[in-house]
């Protein structure tokens, strides 16, 4: 992913991301709402800071 990737757009991926991964699978999301936005925005600084979704 390009360096000059922004936090919003990267926070949109992470967000479809999620979404698409719990609506194909028999999963669910966490019932805090809060905690789910701080997991999102926790994958879209990962993807800013070292260019992946997931943990270095």
Known sequence: MPKEVTFEKALERARRMSE????????????????????????AKNLVTHGHLYCP
């Not at 719990?22 to 809060?34: C, I, M, S, T, W």
């Open 20 to 43: 698409r991964y719990v609506e194909k699978g028999a999963y669910e999301f966490f019932p805090l709402p809060d905690i789910v936005d701080e997991v999102q925005r926790g994958l």
